[in-house]
């Protein structure tokens, strides 16, 4: 058993299949379905309150999702939690800037890598509230119940996602180099 | 079932739930692969097809399992209303950050977990997309948002069939997916 904790990976069909387990006792005792992106909707409106008071809370999308310890945010709390716990059973914690494939076709420095992650989340952190939803919410939970809002989403994030790391792999890096 | 009418209203205990789930949660991501930058890539470069495994396996379980519990009266299914303004250019949008940032919302919290200092800036940048949507918002709602408005609608809703009409083929059609990567040796 000990040996099963501390391995790097499992098969990706037993990891699938635990998530979907999760989402069966997330209906069943929450009535709510895994869903991963609000929270930061709620911590943008914590940290913009910081800035600009409480006036803040009165923009209709905080109305609609007020900064606090929800359901939601304990979730994620959760998320950081639980992938430390297998990344420290297995040895793999460590902290690092650059990963391997990124190294591979732009470089090792991590000010180009910090770059292109700010640049990134700042996208997916306005797409994701503009879809309502991210690869948890819409293409996990939203596909599982049949929710054409969830297909069409996840749908929507792989074209995006694929025709972007294609330009970013196959044009740019290779020009930029 | 009033008990678990009882617990969902319970707000310590939710929160305890939640964070169990969570953790959880952030343990298969991290174990199933998928926090790493390098799978994520490896996915939308369609060279590494572990987040696609992840994904369709937890789609298959969940739907059975989910519809079963709703069809014993212990689940109420909450899909989320769409448009085709907001689901597919927001779908799009995100997925230009995707490319950029190779983690998602979650998976970027696990690879924090596992001490990717990349992803807490993709975070903050998260945080940042999230305000200015935030700002935008009352323009936006009245806008684009509402473009090809179809509601809450369900795949079987919209076919006008009965819930396993669908899942029954769906999951079929999924797991012969899957079963073709393994043959394709991806």
């Known amino acids: ?177 | 079932m009033p008990g678990l009418n009882a617990l969902h209203q319970r707000k310590g205990a939710q929160r305890l739930i939640g964070l169990l789930l969570g953790f959880a949660f952030g343990f298969l991501l991290h174990k199933g692969g998928v926090t790493r930058y390098d799978r994520l890539i490896g996915q939308l470069l369609l060279k590494d097809f572990t987040v696609v495994k992840v994904m369709l396996t937890a789609v298959i379980v969940g739907m059975v399992g989910v519809y079963l519990l709703r069809d014993a009266g212990l689940a109420r299914l909450h899909p989320k209303s769409g448009s085709l303004g907001a689901t597919a250019v927001g779908g799009l949008i995100f997925g230009v950050g995707f490319g950029l940032l190779g983690y998602c919302p979650g998976t970027l919290v696990g690879a924090l977990g596992e001490g990717w200092l990349d992803a807490l800036v993709g975070g903050a940048g998260i945080l940042i997309g999230a305000g200015l949507f935030a700002a935008r918002y009352p323009r936006l709602r009245e806008g684009i948002l509402k473009r090809g408005d179809f509601g809450a609608l369900t795949l079987p809703e919209w076919l006008k069939v009965n819930a396993w009409v669908v899942i029954v083929p769906m999951a079929l059609l999924l797991a012969a997916l899957l079963y073709g990567l393994e043959r394709a040796g991806l």
């Open chain 1, 1 to 177: 058993m000990a040996n099963w904790w501390s391995q790097p990976e499992w098969s990706p069909y037993w990891a699938g299949a635990g998530i979907g387990v999760l989402s069966w006792l997330a209906f069943l005792f929450s009535d709510k379905a895994l869903g991963c992106s609000t929270p930061f909707a709620r911590g943008s409106g914590l940290v913009e309150r910081l800035f600009r008071g409480r006036a803040v809370l009165d923009k209709p999308y905080y109305q609609a999702h007020p900064p606090a310890l929800t359901w939601d945010t304990m979730l994620i709390i959760g998320v950081l939690l639980g992938a430390f716990a297998s990344a420290w059973l297995s040895g793999a914690f460590e902290l690092r800037w650059v990963p391997e494939v990124w190294r591979g076709a732009a470089g090792s420095s991590p000010w180009v890598r910090a770059i292109a992650a700010l640049a990134g989340g700042i996208a997916m952190g306005f797409g994701a509230r503009w879809a309502d939803g991210c690869t948890s919410g819409h293409g996990i939970s939203g596909t599982l119940q049949l929710a054409v809002s969830g297909w069409l989403a996840v749908v929507c994030f792989f074209v995006g996602g694929i025709a972007t790391a294609m330009v970013i792999f196959h044009v740019l890096l290779p020009v930029a180099r």
